[in-house]
């Protein structure tokens, strides 16, 4: 049986307080456009934090990285999509492609790492039963 390709999508606004005097998104948005479209995922997949963490659960993040490739810009209405990359690890991977919706241009591209800690705040190494259950129901094991 052939996996699922997890993936959402979330057109958002450059906000003014988001550019630098450039007109040019500053680098530091970057990392909220990506929370955004997280929340997005997990609100298509059902794997909300909130969820998670009923389960018992933080899902912190452990690395981040974003790749320029065109400058993001006051008033465009760029597009982001949201790519789960499955992993038989005890971590949820995420990519990014930032689009510009007038001429459909990769505008940047990007990478998550989210581990799993108890409520204790410790590392939890093997896979939650949950996530387990999670990408059974999805088929991406």
């Known amino acids: ?6 993936k959402a999508s979330k057109v958002f606004d450059i906000r003014f307080s988001e550019v630098d005097s450039m007109n040019v998104v ?8 990506f929370e955004d479209a997280r929340e997005e995922f997990g609100r298509k997949y059902k794997l909300e934090y909130l969820r998670i963490a009923d389960f018992g659960f933080f ?3 452990v690395d981040l990285q974003f790749h320029y490739r ?4 006051y008033g465009m209405k760029p597009r982001i999509d949201i790519i789960y990359r499955p992993t038989e ?6 990519d990014y492609e930032i689009y510009d919706t007038a001429t459909g241009d990769l505008m940047a ?6 581990v799993f800690m108890d409520m204790d705040y410790q590392l939890v190494w093997s896979t939650p039963e949950f996530y387990k259950e999670w990408k059974k129901m999805w088929n991406v094991l």
């Open 1 to 6: 049986m052939e996996k699922n390709q997890l």
């Open 26 to 33: 500053w680098h530091g948005a970057y990392p909220l456009y």
């Open 59 to 61: 899902a912190p993040l």
């Open 70 to 73: 065109k400058p993001l810009t």
């Open 89 to 94: 690890s005890a971590k949820i991977v995420f």
């Open 109 to 114: 591209t990007g990478t998550s790492v989210q």
